[in-house]
């Protein structure tokens, strides 16, 4: 009977962990983020690697359908054009399914871009590898990373979705003026306000 629990212990405990191997751990902050290199909305491939003078990289997980993401449009445009000239480059993820949420698909992402006039790469997180290795789980969901890709601030691009006019907090800005400073960021993390990632049921 021993011999059969013991059995029966070994064989849960490869389970387990054969399932946690599989798992991605969502980033925490000093974590070294991993590189991709995904498709934009211009056809061509996009990675940080491309970017061999960086300060820093702002990836924001957001999406075409979400309104929460649509509120933020113009002010993601905005902190691109503003923060690049200084080094921090902006890439922006679609994480959705196109399946599970037509609306999000290649050619609508692109459509969508020309509208807006956006002025960073548009990237299509094709099979859904990548925001899971991130831990994004909202759009938007902002990832603020230094030169060396080690992830300084991970959440909310500022505290107000609504209204742009009233922000108090501009948490990811603050996060970047911390890193010109020498310093870390404070908060670190913030809670992601937005529509859940969709994927296939």
């Known amino acids: 009977m021993k011999k ?8 849960a405990v490869f389970f387990f962990s054969s399932f946690a191997v599989n798992v ?4 925490k902050i000093g974590d ?3 590189d991709f290199k995904l498709k934009s909305v211009d056809g061509k491939m996009y990675s940080m690697a491309d970017y061999k003078n960086a300060k820093g990289f702002i990836i924001v997980f957001t999406c075409n359908h979400c309104p929460f993401a649509k509120k933020y449009e113009d002010r993601i ?6 923060y690049k000239p200084q080094g921090y480059i902006l890439l922006a993820i679609n994480p959705n399914d196109p399946i599970a949420q037509p609306d999000d698909n290649y050619e609508a992402m692109q459509v969508r871009a020309k509208e807006k006039a956006f002025a960073f790469p548009y990237l299509v997180d094709e099979g859904q590898k990548i925001y899971p290795q991130y ?3 909202k759009t938007p969901h902002v990832f603020l990373l230094d030169k060396n890709r080690i992830v300084k601030y991970i959440g909310a691009i500022d505290d107000n ?7 108090k907090e501009k948490y990811l800005e603050n996060a970047i003026a911390a890193l010109e400073n020498g310093k870390n960021p404070s ?3 913030t809670k992601a306000i937005g529509c859940s990632i969709k994927t296939k049921k």
Request: glycine share 2%; proline share 9%.
């Open 4 to 11: 059969v629990s013991l059995f029966i212990a070994v064989i």
């Open 24 to 27: 991605p751990v969502p980033y």
């Open 32 to 34: 070294k983020a991993t």
């Open 77 to 82: 445009n905005d902190l691109a054009k503003k």
């Open 135 to 137: 831990g994004a789980t």
């Open 161 to 167: 979705v609504d209204s742009a006019a009233d922000v």
């Open 187 to 189: 908060p670190e993390t």
